[in-house]
């Protein structure tokens, strides 16, 4: 496969995957742990996650209360 061609794979460490949520590290783990948000993937001693897994996750969570038919938010 030309190098030119391959899709480009970037990772969000663990401080950047907490700080797009506004949670601490523990409860990002806490959460990983109840399976709650995805596992990330270890490479050594680093965990990273796809930069397109949060925002699908996110939106797989919170889409219902983010889109309604008349635009408002659920209350």
């Known amino acids: 496969m030309n190098s030119s ?3 480009v ?3 969000l460490k663990k401080d950047v995957a907490c700080k797009l949520q506004a949670i601490s590290e523990r409860t990002l783990e806490n959460r990983v742990k109840a399976r709650d948000f995805p596992p990330p993937v270890f490479i050594g001693n680093y965990c990273d996650w796809s930069e ?3 925002p699908q ?3 797989r969570k919170f889409g219902p209360q983010t889109t309604t038919a008349s635009g408002a938010r659920h209350a």
Request: aromatic share 24%; hydrophobic share 40%; charged share 10%.
């Open 57 to 59: 996750w996110y939106q």
């Open 52 to 54: 397109k897994i949060v």
């Open 5 to 7: 061609s391959a899709p």
């Open 9 to 11: 794979a970037y990772t």
